[in-house]
Structures are given as structure tokens and as C-alpha cells.
């Protein structure tokens, strides 16, 4: 019914042990038999179902406002195009596109490594280009 390895690795992270305690049937120290703290139901009993499991588990996942896996962009009066434009600009500025053409291929660890501290090096140096244009643009407003 549950793979046991995955359970065991699972139930080493912190948040995670009474829940998988509880999917292994197990009873943790300073809970009674019918899992007082909150935690399995099924802690006493028999094994739980992968429902119990999976009923235990969503109590934990925390959401975060209006956060969603994907990304939708509304067509506003039947303007498909500007939507779409939009979209594309999205997956730009999230870098999808480049992401997605770096793993067509396998990518050694050393270039990996190397475009990394690249990518890094240029967000730092465009960062301090911004931070001076900035600055101009502020002393011209001031006179200087």
C-alpha cells in the first residue's frame, strides 16, 4: 500500500513526523492511543487508507493567499492578442522560455556551475548599471 522508504525518508523532515508516524502506524511519545494530538487517526488501529494519509497530509500543506501552481491571463473583450502578448511577457520575465531550452539537453555540472556564476555576476553588475542610472536621473531632477 505505502512505500516504506519513502515514508521513512519523508518522516525524516521536522514538519513531517507525526503525519508519517501515523501513515506507518506508528504511536508518538506524548500522544494516546487515538493519536490525541491532532495527528492519524489511525495511530492505534489498523493501517490507514491512502485516503487517511492523503486526508492527514492536506491538513499540513499551508497556501499562501492567492498563489497558484499555474499562471492564467483573462481575454478582456475578446482580445486574444494582448492577451497572448501578455503571457509571453510573463514567461519572459520568469525566464520559462530559457529554463525550458537549457534541459532539452543534459548539462554537465561544471557548465552548469560556470553559467551560474555568470547568470549571478550579471544581475549583480545590472543591478549597480540600474542603481547608477538611477542616481543621474536624480541629481538631474535635483539641478546638479
Request: glycine residues 12%.
Amino acid at each position: 500500500m505505502f512505500n516504506l522508504g519513502v515514508l521513512q525518508r519523508f518522516a525524516q523532515r521536522a514538519f513531517a513526523k507525526p503525519v508519517a508516524a501515523a501513515a506507518m502506524g506508528r504511536r508518538l511519545i506524548g500522544t494516546d492511543s487515538k493519536g490525541g494530538s491532532g495527528f492519524g487517526a489511525n495511530l492505534g488501529g489498523s493501517p490507514p487508507t491512502a485516503k487517511d494519509f492523503a486526508r492527514e497530509m492536506t491538513g499540513h500543506i499551508t497556501s499562501r493567499g492567492n498563489t497558484m501552481v499555474g499562471r492564467s491571463v483573462p481575454v478582456v473583450a475578446g482580445a486574444v492578442g494582448r492577451a497572448y502578448m501578455r503571457l509571453n511577457r510573463i514567461l519572459a520575465d520568469n525566464g520559462v522560455r530559457h529554463e525550458l531550452r537549457l534541459r532539452r539537453r543534459y548539462e554537465k555540472p561544471k557548465y552548469k556551475r560556470q553559467r551560474l556564476i555568470r547568470e549571478s555576476h550579471a544581475r549583480r553588475f545590472k543591478a549597480e548599471v540600474r542603481k547608477k542610472v538611477h542616481l543621474i536621473w536624480k541629481m538631474k531632477e535635483l539641478g546638479a
